[in-house]
């Protein structure tokens, strides 16, 4: 079974500033997809940014965007430009053959003006 | 287009009941997925269908069932209610058969269990 950590509970970020959340997981697949998602306390979940683990370039969506390192089975996002809709609870996903998304226990992301 | 809607929003059982859940997927998606969500054990898979038929089951046990219908929505249905069972339900709903493709999430239902 894949395993997804997040070691950070909190992030706390100045707003316009950069944060990044950590990342890891562990496979022996070797096709495979990443995610990250946002929960704000509406508790709806929001696609933040998706990656494929064959392509090498790191995936990109305006202010946020990961550092993929496929080797070391890390994959971290950050954001760039905080801004107070950011504050989230921010979860790491792994999805492999069989389609289901394996989520991490989240990071909870608090942006002060 | 419509988005995931999930009913009912709220529902407040007692121990020893049973409840069923309702999902209706974005308009041309057949792939419908299930989530459980709480405090202690965060979000676990539940279940997946695809055209009506069950693609992967989580680690739960046998009173969490669902189905899925031609028209793509999804129930779950849970049996013999424990005060555990107590959580955000989320279904998620994605357009291929293949991995890789966006699941779109619900608002969810939050049950508890008294």
């Known amino acids: 079974a894949q395993t997804v950590t997040q070691s950070q509970p909190e992030m706390s970020v100045q707003e316009a500033e950069t944060v990044t959340l950590s990342c890891t997981y562990d496979?022996?697949?070797?096709?495979?997809?990443l995610f990250w998602y946002k929960q704000p306390p509406s508790r709806q979940m929001i696609l933040v940014i998706r990656?494929?683990?064959?392509?090498?370039q790191n995936a990109t969506e305006n202010r946020f965007s990961v550092n993929f390192q496929k080797a070391a089975k890390s994959f971290s996002l950050k954001i760039s430009d905080s801004q107070l809709g950011d504050a989230a609870m921010y979860f790491c996903?792994?999805?492999?053959?069989?389609?289901?998304?394996?989520f991490g226990a989240g990071t909870t992301v608090t942006v002060r003006a | 287009k419509a988005g995931v809607t999930q009913t009912p929003r709220y529902l407040i059982k007692t121990r020893g009941q049973q409840v069923t859940l309702s999902c209706s997927p974005i308009s041309g998606h057949r792939s419908v997925s299930w989530y459980q969500q709480t405090p202690g054990q965060g979000l676990q898979f539940l279940f997946e269908?695809?055209?009506?038929?069950?693609?992967n089951k989580g680690n739960f046990p046998g009173r969490f069932s669902g189905r899925q219908f031609s028209n793509s929505r999804s129930e779950m249905n849970v049996s013999t209610l424990e005060l555990g069972d107590s959580a955000l339900y989320l279904c998620a709903s994605s357009l291929a058969n293949r991995g890789g493709y966006e699941q779109y999430f619900g608002p969810g239902t939050r049950l508890t269990v008294t």
């Open positions: 269908y695809f055209s009506e038929t069950q693609r």
């Open positions: 996903a792994y999805q492999g053959n069989d389609y289901k998304l394996s």
């Open positions: 990656q494929e683990a064959y392509k090498q």
């Open positions: 496979t022996s697949e070797s096709d495979y997809y």
